[in-house]
């Protein structure tokens, strides 16, 4: 299909591709100045659907294609060859729309690490005074928490019976109390906090977007999937898209800004020529910049699941008391249908542990979930979630062809370390929540387990229970690396090494993963990006 230039539209400054939970906060922050035209691209459709604002919807989201990329991984080698199951949010609000809500940072060692590989810039020094913009927590301001930022952090207005059971036998255990895992401390477990505004998800688009909307210098156009980034003599000029059967092709005055994620923002650079020149040239793609770092670098969180059934119906796992808990929320945004499922967790730090950080983060879900959830089991149960905060393993994006509608294919490559140390600490994640299943506080809801069959599995009895049965946490990261070296993609102003007018502002450019989940890190990244594209960034 032959792209139709777009003469008559305005000489954007900006194009947004992607309007995810980095996309949406460059689409407020720069179109803040009406002199500043802004176009958002965003392949997915408006997020109008009331299971993406019910929070207790994400569990009926799972298996919506139409807000989804629904992706699968390549045959994993460590995993008996398993293909793991990879969403994505494909509406506004990107991934912010379909997860799961809870408001972590990781710790100031994870952006330390970051800024001593080569990301200037990004120390925790630099980066809390863009957490604090970002948050509007609803327990005030501290010299850690903003309370006047678009991201609504609240503390969940339901709590499940199980999910303080969990939090009273993780004690029983030997944990302490958190309160507060983006505090002083972010050992313990507890209660997460959400990203929430009065009972309804907080996603980028409804913290960033939604209060920009009417702007009339901010464009935002749905079902427009980018094709290929359009570059002339080393600098990118704009975007070739597709919307509603039509190809456009759009100038791009100032820059182009790649918010695509960690999977689609490396297969768009590569359609648009730049990667590794071999992996290109096989596809017919003409070479712009040879970058083999593109698409490189993939880490994601492993997660291994310890599921029990319980003997009391208490739990989310029934249907039919879900839909009274809907028409309750409908009616008053309280009850189950507030709950965002994995309501309680926390950080460990493992007997392995190098350092003297948390490297286990539990999410405890009062419900049974195999394979996401997408396979339902018989009766109620319920479900601790474990994974590895800083695998060592890498993997990678590559391309499977070179149309900008085929999947693109993905290595995550877990347990693939040298070592064996990532595939250690899962067995360790498997003991720990062992450990804290067989407390006392489980004992009046506590029957038959379900995965592992056995409680008693020794180290290989555990680590083929891994290979079977891990999946993945949702937190790709690290195709688009930052860094000062010639081999990361992007420098520490988030620019495309060898191109210029272009910069990828999304999960993808983390050096690591930080110790949690991923979202208040990318929206901390969208903001401090926009202040460098301003030229408003300290350094
Ligand atoms: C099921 C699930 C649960 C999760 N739970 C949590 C949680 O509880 N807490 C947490 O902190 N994190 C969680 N995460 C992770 C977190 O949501 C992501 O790390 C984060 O949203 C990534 O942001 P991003 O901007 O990099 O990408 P995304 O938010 O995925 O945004 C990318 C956007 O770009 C669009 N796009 C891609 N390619 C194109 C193209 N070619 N043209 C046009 N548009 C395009 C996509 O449709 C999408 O809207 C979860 C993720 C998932 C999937």
């Known amino acids: 299909m032959p792209a139709r230039p777009v003469k008559a539209a305005p000489a954007y400054d900006y194009i947004v591709i992607g309007a995810g939970s980095a996309g949406c906060v460059l689409a407020n922050r720069l179109s803040e100045d009406p002199g500043v035209r802004v176009l958002l691209l965003e392949a997915g459709p408006r997020d109008w659907h009331p299971f993406i604002h019910m929070p207790a919807g994400l569990a009926k989201l799972v298996n919506r294609k139409g807000v989804n990329w629904n992706y699968d991984t390549a045959a994993e080698p460590h995993l008996d060859g398993r293909t793991l199951w990879w969403p994505r949010g494909k509406v506004l609000g990107g991934s912010s729309s379909i997860n799961a809500m809870c ?5 100031p060692g994870d952006y330390d690490d970051w800024a001593a590989g080569g990301a200037t810039g990004w120390s925790w020094d630099d980066v809390l005074p863009y957490f604090r913009r970002s ?23 339901h709590v499940n019976p199980l999910s303080h059971a969990f939090i009273e036998a993780a004690s029983q255990a030997g944990y302490p109390r958190n309160d507060d895992f983006n505090g002083a401390a972010q050992q313990g477990v507890g209660l997460y906090q959400v990203t929430q505004r009065d009972g309804a998800r907080c996603s980028s688009a409804a ?3 939604a209060p920009a909307r009417q702007r009339p210098n901010l464009t935002i156009v749905t079902g427009a999937l980018a094709r290929r980034i359009t570059i002339e003599h080393g600098r990118a000029t704009g975007v070739i898209y597709t919307a509603r059967g039509t190809a456009f092709h759009q100038p791009a005055a100032r820059e182009v800004l790649l918010c695509g994620g960690a999977i689609n923002s490396p297969q768009l650079l590569m359609l648009s020529g730049i990667g590794a020149a071999d992996d290109l040239q096989a596809h017919g793609i003409a070479v712009v910049h040879d970058a083999p770092g593109v698409g490189a670098n993939l880490q994601d969180h492993l997660d291994i ?3 029990w059934h319980s003997t009391q119906r208490v739990t989310y796992d029934r249907i039919s008391d879900l839909k009274i808990a809907f028409d309750y929320y409908l009616r008053c945004r309280r009850g189950a249908g507030s709950s965002n499922i994995a309501e309680a967790g926390g950080f460990v730090r493992s007997r392995l542990a190098p350092d003297d950080r948390a490297d286990i983060q539990f999410h405890f879900v009062p419900a049974m979930l195999d394979d996401h959830g997408r396979h339902r089991l018989e009766g109620d149960g319920y479900t601790l979630h474990a ?10 994006i590559a391309l499977a062809s070179a149309r900008p509608d085929d999947k693109p294919r993905i290595e995550a490559n877990y347990l693939s370390d040298a ?17 804290i299943l067989a407390q006392s506080a489980f004992d009046a809801y506590r029957g038959t387990p379900i995965f592992p069959a056995r409680d008693d599995l020794d180290d290989a009895g555990l680590a083929a229970f ?14 688009c690396r930052m860094g000062n ?8 102003q988030l620019r495309v090494r060898g191109v210029e007018g272009l910069r990828v502002v999304d999960a993808s450019v983390m050096p690591a993963l930080p110790g949690g989940n991923t979202n208040a890190p990318t929206i901390m990244i969208a903001e401090r990006a926009a202040d460098l594209i301003r030229g408003m960034a300290a350094r």
């Open 135 to 157: 948050e509007g927590n609803t327990r005030g301001s501290d010299a850690l928490h903003g309370a006047d930022g678009p991201l609504s952090v609240s503390d969940l207005r």
């Open 387 to 396: 994974c590895f905060l800083r695998p060592r393993s890498r993997g990678r």
């Open 103 to 107: 408001y972590i940072r990781g710790v």
């Open 466 to 479: 891994v290979r079977t049965k891990a999946e993945s946490v949702y937190h790709p990261v690290g195709t």
């Open 419 to 435: 070592e064996g140390f990532d595939l250690k600490m899962m067995i360790e994640c498997a003991k720990v929540s062992r450990d």
């Open 485 to 492: 070296d010639d081999a990361s993609v992007v420098d520490p």
């Open 305 to 307: 699941c310890t599921l």
């Open 207 to 209: 913290a960033y977007l």
